[in-house]
């Protein structure tokens, strides 16, 4: 509630004042204040290591958004999305039953069923 109250009040009462300046030290504020999401990009190699598939998306709508503008950017960002989640259905994950023991059964990926696989024989 507080921080709504100081944008209304800086909307109202400061705005006036950015309206003489040039659209050029405007749009430079705006770069300046937008230095620190570029700053952390070592954490673009966590986000693209958690979810590839997710990390792509993001990087389509902000490169649409960018070259084309919000309105085609949102488009391209929902339209590859829908792309994205129907190839994603498409393919088909399997899964093995690995007996570890004689009393229970669990199951897991190929690549985690192997890798057991791998430390049972060694």
């Known amino acids: 509630m507080i921080s709504a109250v100081l944008v209304l009040v ?3 009462f400061i705005a006036p004042l950015f309206e003489a300046l040039p659209l050029c030290v405007l749009a430079s504020i705006v770069v300046v204040a ?4 570029f700053v952390h990009y070592t954490m673009w190699r966590k986000y693209w290591r958690t979810d590839s598939y997710d990390f792509a ?5 902000f490169c649409g958004t960018f070259v084309a503008g919000v309105d085609y950017g949102m488009i391209v960002g929902v339209a590859f999305s829908v792309i994205v989640v129907h190839f994603r259905m498409q393919v088909n994950y399997g899964v093995l ?3 570890y023991s ?3 059964i669990n199951y ?3 690549c985690t069923v192997l890798t057991v696989l791998f430390l049972q024989l060694s």
Do not use: K, M, R
Request: charge should be neutral.
């Open 102 to 104: 004689s009393s229970n």
């Open 10 to 12: 800086t909307i109202y």
């Open 57 to 61: 998306i993001w990087l389509v709508s």
């Open 97 to 99: 039953f690995v007996v």
């Open 108 to 110: 897991g990926t190929l």
């Open 34 to 37: 937008s230095i620190p999401l």
